[in-house]
Structures are given as C-alpha cells and as structure tokens.
C-alpha cells in the first residue's frame, strides 16, 4: 500500500502519465508507466503539480497537507492555529497583544520578544495556541493561492462602535471560501457607543450566525484595550479546536510552510516555517520551494534558540539557499543532492508559472486588483 504506479497516480491526478514520467527524470529518477513509485516521490510529484490528493480518511483531512495520509495510531494532538481578521482599526493587533501579554508563561514578559510573524500561547491550562500574525486578508488569500491552508480557527474582530466594515465582510468571504470555522470577537466593548448586538444582527445579513441568534458561530464581547473577555476568548478557541480534533504525526520527516521570509544581514536567508506534521530538527536538510538548505539553527518566538520543532509550532529558520515566498512549502528529505534536485525543478516551474503568470482563483483576482 505504500506504492503506487506512476499511471495510477496520473489516473488519479488527471494528468497525462507521460508529463508524470518527465517530471520524474527532472527529478533525477528514470521510470517507465508502470514502475511503482514510493511515497515520498508521489508526494512531491502532486505537489509539483499543484494538486491536492482527493482525501479519503479523516486524517488527511485534518492535516490539510498536500500528499498522503499519516496512519491513524501515529497521530497525536496538536494545538490550533488561529488566524486574527478583520477591518483596520477594529483591534486586531491590540487583541494579538493582549493575548500575548496577558497568557505567555515567561519570566521574560515585556521583555524582547521578536517579530517572527507567528507566536505560541501557553493558556493558564497548559494548552497551546499558535496565533499567525499575518498582516491581512490577502495574505490569507495568498498562502492559500499556493496551496497552504494553514490555519484551523479564524477570530474575526469587530469593533462594537464601528460595526460591519467593508473588510469584515472580505474576511468573512475568505474564511468562508477557506471552510475555517470562526469565532467573532466583538472588540472595544468598553466605549460607551459600543454596540455588540448590532454587530450580531448585522452579522445575519451575512450567514454569519451566532449562537444567541441559534446559529453555531461562537461570540464573545471584549475589550483588548482593557483586556476584558479574553480568558472567555480563549476558551472557545480550545472548544472549537476540540471539536476540530486536530492532530498530526510528530514522529517523520518534518513538513511545514513558510509564514514569512527574508534576507537579514548577518544571518543569510531565514523563513518563519509553520511545522505542519513531524519534527523538524537542527541537521534536517530540505527543500522549500525553490530553495534548499541544511537547518543551521532555529529559534522560536521567545527569541531561544531550540534544537527542535513540532507540530503547529513557529520556528526561524536559518541555513536556506535563498529566500522563499510566504506559502510556500517546506519538505525534509533524505540528503542534499535530492534537496537540490527538487529545488531546481521547483525553480523551473516557478519560472514557467512567472511567464504564464493567471490568476489562480477569483479570490486572488481580487486580492490582485487590490
Ligand atoms: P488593527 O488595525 O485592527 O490592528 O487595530 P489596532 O489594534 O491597531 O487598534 C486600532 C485602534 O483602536 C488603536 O488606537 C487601539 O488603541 C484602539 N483599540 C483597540 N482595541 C480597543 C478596545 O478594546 N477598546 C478601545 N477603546 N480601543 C481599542
Ligand atoms: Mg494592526
């Protein structure tokens, strides 16, 4: 079961069988039709053709990765990923903080935590929650343009004074283009204009129906300014991802996508990755996206460096050959010579994709126009 033929695959991804074989010499691997193939291969084939494997079990699902499942005994639970939308101004970034602030378990608070565009939360109960800083909607949009639907739990924020805003109604659209559940977040609940049950009826106009108004989206009032309601916030996010069930395989080759990237001097070439399944080591050597590397070092969000990552969890990565895109993704393989292989071929195909540049999805014909 862990084989496949290379026609089978291509019957399975509905492309021709002989594209598949030249692809593979690319690759640096000569097969015929017929030929099984290893996992890892067929992966990184549908990968490179922009495919996403017809998921069958609920597993795969879960992970939302492209490639084949992990099996059901190997996985283990992970923390959420939670991405903050919302119009300018309504609070998103005040609520990051706070969030921040008021929950990370560290003798070091204010103290320098930097900038990495994701972070991790220790909740009074000892449960995680990855939090992706991503600087808006078509951010968002884009990373799953490329192929990477990284996040679990949408939190939308609406300013109670403000209400229903033009990009709250974009981020409405995406997430639900996404299919990721959201919680709304009423902020700034604290101004004496503050309007909650407007933003509710107003949110019906849109299919948004909270549970007061017997829909399933969860609400809750609050305040990041005065840091009001956000144990409440908190723990719906750990219902949601409870009932989301959300797992992942931490004992494999390590995959993940990149939450940001760029050229810092000193340091060379450094990604924020999101570790999607397995762990990602210091040694690892891998592939993402058109660039290759060795992990020389890697820090989390408080700055420290570790000597590894798992699931859901943001790492700075330093050792890549050059900087990827937000998105894209990052795969451990077996040595450095199929590390490079896989990144020239990555790099064609960017490069054909450039010169045919179209727009992938209405959503990123919008977000283009923008
Ligand atoms: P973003 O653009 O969505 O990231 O919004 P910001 O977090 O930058 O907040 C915009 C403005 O709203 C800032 O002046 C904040 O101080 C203010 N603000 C944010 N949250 C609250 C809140 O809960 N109450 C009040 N009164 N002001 C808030
Ligand atoms: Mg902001």
């Known amino acids: 079961p862990e084989s496949i033929t290379v026609q089978e695959l291509a019957n399975r991804m509905a492309e021709k069988g002989a594209d598949l074989v030249k692809a593979l010499f690319k690759m640096g691997t000569a097969v015929t039709l017929n030929q099984p193939i290893d996992q890892d291969t067929a992966e990184l084939l549908v990968e490179e053709f922009g495919h996403r494997i017809q998921r069958v079990s609920d597993a795969d699902v879960e992970i939302g990765m492209q490639g084949e499942a992990d099996a059901p005994e190997t996985l283990q639970p992970r923390a959420p990923v939670v991405t903050i939308m919302g119009h300018v101004d309504h609070g998103k970034t005040s609520l990051l903080d ?34 992706l800083d991503t600087p808006g909607h078509e951010a968002f949009s884009e990373m799953r343009a490329r192929g990477a639907n990284v996040t679990d739990i949408v939190i939308l924020v609406v300013a109670a004074d403000d209400g229903l805003m033009p990009q709250t109604i974009e981020a409405i659209n ?30 019906l106009e849109h299919e948004v129906i909270v549970e007061d108004m017997g829909g399933e989206t969860q609400d809750v009032e609050v305040s990041a300014l005065k840091r009001q309601g956000l144990d409440a916030l908190i723990d719906k996010i750990l219902l949601q991802s409870e009932l989301l069930e959300l797992t992942a395989n931490p004992d494999r080759a390590a995959e993940g996508n990149v939450i940001e990237a760029q050229l810092d001097k000193g340091r060379g070439a450094v990604a924020t990755v999101l570790v999607r399944r397995g762990t990602l ?11 290759s590397g060795k992990v020389r070092a890697m820090i989390n969000d408080k700055g420290q460096q570790v000597k590894q990552a798992g699931p859901s969890t943001p790492v700075e990565v330093l050792g890549l050959s050059g900087v990827p895109m937000a998105g894209d993704q990052l795969t451990v393989v077996e040595n450095e010579a199929r590390a490079r292989e896989v990144a020239a071929y ?12 179209a727009p992938t999805s209405f959503e990123h014909m919008f977000s283009a126009l923008n």
């Open 98 to 131: 706070a969030l921040r602030g008021t929950n990370v378990v560290s003798g070091e608070s204010g103290g320098i935590t930097q900038h990495i565009g994701a972070y991790q939360i220790k909740t009074k109960g000892g449960d995680l929650i990855t939090f």
């Open 174 to 203: 995406h997430t639900k283009a996404a299919g990721v559940p959201m919680i709304v977040a009423i902020n700034k609940c604290d101004k004496p204009d503050a309007n909650p049950q407007k933003v509710r009826e107003r949110l």
């Open 281 to 291: 080591k210091v040694g690892d050597t891998f592939v993402i996206g058109a660039e």
């Open 346 to 357: 990555r790099q064609e195909q960017a490069t054909k994709k450039r010169t045919t540049a």
